[in-house]
């Protein structure tokens, strides 16, 4: 019995699982020997892929200089205010329009319409209005990032327990507080999930935005 049980503990020892970190470090390392090992091979052109060797030498030249720290702060400042406003009108907006059935049959065809339009198509119209100026590459991506956040904020308030909006509406709740106690709770994990994907939604189309219309930022 005493064999068995030290067997049984050694075997528990020897599958310990591999630390994820150990995993994220090794994933990196052989990302970067692909990405230096193929452009050396001429699998792909220099021009557009250069060694991963190459690219770091490259970007610790660029960060020596006032220009790269000035173009890194105009790209987080166009993201950080884009993201906020598609935050704060998706949560509104998602909150308001959730919470009414009749106005959420209303606007759930427009939305299902405006939704898949991709961002990059809007590029000539805000030219148009605002040329290369900050404000083109801001309104792409509050367009973007704006849709993430109001749809999982509808499913939230639909995911919402019936029973328990019901105890609300029966204890005559007001309607701000049946969204703080009932409806915010249940939502609360949606809006970090919308966070999350507008986060990246915004950064892809600020950079997008700055490469293609020429405003400030790294893009530029």
Do not use: K
């Not at 994220?24 to 090992?37: D, F, I, N, R, T």
């Not at 367009?143 to 909006?165: E, H, I, K, N, T």
């Amino acid at each position: 019995m005493t064999a068995d049980a030290a067997g049984s503990g050694r075997d528990v020892h020897r599958r310990r699982p591999v630390p994820a970190w150990v995993l994220g470090l090794a994933g990196l390392g052989c990302l970067m020997a692909v990405a230096e090992a193929v452009p050396r091979a001429g699998l792909v052109n220099e021009r557009f892929l250069p060694p991963f060797s190459e690219m770091v030498s490259a970007l610790a030249e660029q960060a020596g200089t006032s220009a790269f720290w000035r173009s890194l702060l105009e790209t987080l400042r166009g993201w950080v205010i884009g993201l906020g406003i598609a935050m704060l009108a998706g949560v509104v907006l998602g909150l308001l329009i959730g919470g009414v059935p009749i106005l959420r049959a209303a606007v759930s065809s427009t939305i299902e319409f405006l939704r898949p339009i991709p961002s990059v198509a809007l590029i000539p119209l805000v030219v148009l209005l605002y040329g290369t100026e900050m404000r083109s590459t801001l309104l792409l991506v509050v367009y973007a990032s704006f849709w993430q956040v109001l749809m999982q904020v509808l499913y939230g308030v639909r995911d919402v327990d019936p029973v328990a909006r019901e105890t609300a509406r029966s204890y005559r709740f007001r309607p701000l507080s049946r969204v703080r106690t009932v409806v915010w709770p249940t939502a609360l994990p949606y809006v970090v999930t919308g966070f999350r994907l507008g986060a990246a939604v915004a950064l892809i189309l600020e950079i997008t935005g700055e490469l293609v219309i020429g405003s400030p930022g790294l893009g530029r």
